[in-house]
T-cell receptor, first 112, second 110 residues
């Protein structure tokens, strides 16, 4: 969606390195989410934040960390503790509890 | 934990044929949303269903929410090549988290 920027589109890293994925939004949405997408497994929630300086773990938070210092930004760090980091990562925002999720274009991370 | 199952995982149809994907939750949902993801793209919101037994239509697409609010379906009449993509349901529970189904990948053969 326009208004959500994920960068870069493709990212390559060596095993053992931490890497940070960027997600910036100008939609003024309070809630932001990180999902991981693997073939045949749909979207799985990593972390979410409903307000600045607060965030909660999703179903697969192990090996990931986030921060929410500004409303516009919700970066995701994939640490070396994440066993299978190669995946497509999607950031989403939400205006209110029953509103649709708006997704960025995603970052495809490959770790070798 | 919360699970949302979606079937089938893949569907190939001839252009003009109908298509249906089904979503089933292990628990009662507050609402359910449907998304479409084109190949190489990101999920895009299609519709939200909130009420028990609700039916909504968007042109050739018909969405239903089950009476028990545990299942939902998306039916496309007379598919076109523009319908190609993966269709996801996302169920929201009382804890305000969305749980995505595994998706149904639709291929339309011209």
């Amino acid at each position: 969606d326009g208004g959500i920027t994920q960068s870069p589109k493709y990212l390559f890293r060596k095993e053992g390195q931490n890497v940070t994925l960027s997600c910036e939004q100008n939609l003024n949405h309070d809630a932001m989410y990180w999902y991981r997408q693997d073939p045949g497994q749909g979207l799985r929630l990593i972390y979410y934040s409903q307000i600045v300086n607060d965030f909660q773990k999703g179903d697969i938070a192990e090996g990931y960390s986030v921060s929410r210092e500004k409303k516009e930004s919700f970066p995701l760090t994939v640490t070396s503790a994440q066993k299978n980091p190669t995946a497509f990562y999607l950031c989403a925002t939400q205006q209110g509890e029953i509103s649709p999720l708006h997704f960025g274009n995603g970052t495809r991370l490959t770790v070798t | 934990g919360q699970q949302v199952m979606q079937i089938p995982q893949y569907q190939h149809v001839q252009e003009g044929e109908d298509f249906t994907t089904y979503c089933n939750s292990s628990t009662t949902l507050s609402n359910i949303q449907w998304y479409k993801q084109r190949p190489g793209g990101h999920p895009v919101f299609l519709i939200q269903l909130v009420k028990s037994g609700e039916v909504k239509k968007q042109k050739r697409l018909t969405f239903q929410f089950g009476e028990a609010k545990k299942n939902s379906s998306l039916h496309i009449t007379a598919t076109q090549t523009t319908d190609v993509g993966t269709y996801f349901c996302a169920g929201r529970n009382t804890g305000n988290q969305f749980y995505f189904g595994t998706g149904t990948s639709l291929t339309v053969i011209p």
